[in-house]
């Protein structure tokens, strides 16, 4: 495809611009499927306006229906909300996971919500980064908020909710979960922390454990990391929850950490979108296939080592970088 296919059209930006649910699901897909980053090249400049909630936590934990509560308490407030979904299906588990999975199919007929689906059946890697670059499409569409839910088992997950201003651990009383959670890191990422199914047995208990666990936190910080009780499917918890991530947008806001976390999220990005392009590259144009296959022979036979050549191509490619200058 050629580039001017790509970049986007002066009207469609209007379009996404006004937050058109078409434009920006037409928008996120291109994104999605092309390396060519024009489109987000053009929307930049209209990003950075938006708030962004992680919302993550195991499977099963109840995050889609804490998002589809949180939305629309959010919506009362005459906000317009994004919401990114990154889709558990993997090809191991063929979706046998999402047995009882709330669907979020009600809240997306309003006006003022847009709700994108990302899987990541069979995309080796680069779902973090997809996520990001979908998330920058809802920040330019004029969202007001944007909700990722992901399930927080590993670094991809984490990796996403990186991006967050607010990030919401859910955890819920069953056993194990809080070991396994910070087992998985989560805690570490957490600005607030929530158990849900509080109807279930063991919730005061999990509760106690993690004020236990936070108490140094706490100190460290200079933000009183709450943890708070919620019964999503009764809608209950729900208010203080909202006004937990009212509390801790204030708190960046006036240490301005608000700017510096943010400054500091878009060095990460920087580094990894310069990783995804040299990677791109490589694949592409620097490594031959037939030649790495004659190579590979050599190896094998121990007429080469792979030191050896890694150093070798290593060296060519920062060579023909300079020499491009
Ligand atoms: N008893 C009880 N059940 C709940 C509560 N919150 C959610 N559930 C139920 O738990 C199940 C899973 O809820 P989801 O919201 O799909 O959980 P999820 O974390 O988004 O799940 P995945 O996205 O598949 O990881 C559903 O059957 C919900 O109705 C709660 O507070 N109490
Ligand atoms: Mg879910």
């Not at 936070?214 to 990391?225: C, I, S, T």
């Amino acid at each position: 495809m050629k580039n001017e296919d790509i970049s986007i059209k002066m009207n469609s930006l209007k379009k996404l611009l006004k937050g058109d649910k078409r434009i920006i699901a037409q928008t996120i897909s291109a994104v999605e499927n092309d390396t060519n980053t024009k489109i987000l090249e053009t929307i930049f400049p209209y990003t950075g306006k938006a708030y962004h909630i992680g919302i993550t936590g195991p499977p099963g934990a109840g995050k889609s229906t804490l998002v589809n509560v949180i939305a629309k308490k959010l919506l009362e407030k005459n906000n317009k909300i994004g919401i990114i979904a990154v889709d558990p299906t993997s090809p191991f588990s063929g979706g046998a996971l999402l047995g009882d999975r709330v669907r979020m199919t009600d809240l997306a007929l309003q006006k003022n919500v847009f709700i994108r689906s990302m899987a990541s059946r069979g995309s080796l890697g680069g779902l973090a980064s997809k996520t990001k670059d979908a998330a920058l499409v809802l920040d330019a569409s004029g969202m007001d908020y944007v909700l990722i839910e992901t399930i927080g088992v590993g670094q991809v997950e984490l990796d996403i909710a990186q991006v967050c201003d607010t990030t919401v651990v859910i955890l819920v009383p069953e056993s194990g979960d809080s070991i396994q959670a910070m087992k998985a890191g989560l805690l570490e990422i957490a600005d607030i922390i929530v158990v849900n199914k509080g109807d279930r047995e063991g919730c005061d208990r999990l509760i106690m454990e993690l004020k236990f666990a936070f108490e140094l936190r706490d100190k460290q910080a200079g933000w009183h990391f709450p943890i708070l009780k919620t019964i999503a499917t009764e809608n209950k918890g729900i208010e203080e929850l909202v006004s937990a991530i009212d509390s801790h947008r204030a708190y960046l806001h006036k240490s301005g950490k608000l700017e510096d976390e943010r400054k500091g999220k878009l060095m990460l990005r920087i580094h990894e979108l310069i990783e995804e392009k040299i990677r791109a590259h490589l694949k592409e144009k620097i490594i031959k296939e037939d030649e790495l296959k004659i190579m590979i022979d050599k190896v094998y036979k121990r007429k080469l080592n792979p030191y050896r050549i890694a150093s070798n191509i290593a060296k060519g490619i920062i060579k023909s970088q300079t020499r491009r200058k």
